[in-house]
């Protein structure tokens, strides 16, 4: 019997796709590579198999009539239209709670990098400039006040996390959550204007893009970082390098970008940000239950089997 087959719409994790690859035919990006070709594929496919960063739209969509899942490989799934994949009936999965500690390390790696001056460090030593003197002095981390856009479940990790070293936690999110102890700021802008440290951490998509603009940067002020592990299209990258610029916050942690892999020139140009290659969930036992919940997901979908962790739209639309 020959393999169902299924659509890479993005380059795939190697432990998602050889996963995939063991049971299904993966067709590598054959929408974008062989558009001629796959006007032939497109009715075969059963299922789409896509990244936190991909983009699964509506045009794609409608032309998969035998799709019976969309599996995303990463907690977000902002590039998947999702209101497009409910009209045509398909269900859309991601990788929730397999990752959430690994971005709340990373998110106080972040943390206790920017402050400490980690990487400069790293540079300062190795360039020998310690012969010539000390280096300058950081910020304490310990007691310092933590403002948390986004209060899902990452979110509520890094606050345990934050805890540990006696900082002070508020947050904003959609709405008040009630069971959580800390404060809440009805707005990034308030919020920033209590913190030292504001965390972003909140889904991306149309519905948060740019909630961190110069507003919000101004209110965060001069002695304040920022740290992003959300998606770069909830910062407004372009205030943020002005504040970064003219002194109005005073530094900050990215892991997310506008344009990845592009990281504008300017931000490469300043000692005062530490910058990652979006590598939040990116540990060998993170990605490998990644690919595991994203297999199982596909693999359920297709067999017509209940879907592990389907994204909460989907979910909300059985129930109704
Ligand atoms: C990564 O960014 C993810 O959404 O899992």
Redesign the pocket.
Known sequence: MSKAEVLAVAKLHPFYRQALEAHYTVHDRSHELDPAGFEKLAPRLVGVAA???SLVPASLLQRLPAARVVS??????DGVDVAAAKTCGIPVT??PGV?TED?ADLAIALVLSVARRLAQADGFVRAGRWLEGPIALGRKVSGARMGIVGMGRIGQAIAQRAQAFGMSIAYTARSAKPALPHPFFPDPASLAAASDFLVVITPGGAGTRHLIDAKVLAALGPHGFLINVA?GSVVDEGALIEALREGGIAGAGLD?FADEPRVPQALLDMPQVVLTP?M??ATTETRQA?ADLAFANMQAGIEGRPLLTPVPEWTAQVAG
């Open positions: 990244t936190g960063e995303v490989f990463g907690v977000g799934y991601h990788t990752l971005v998606r997310v979006h939040a969930s990644m």
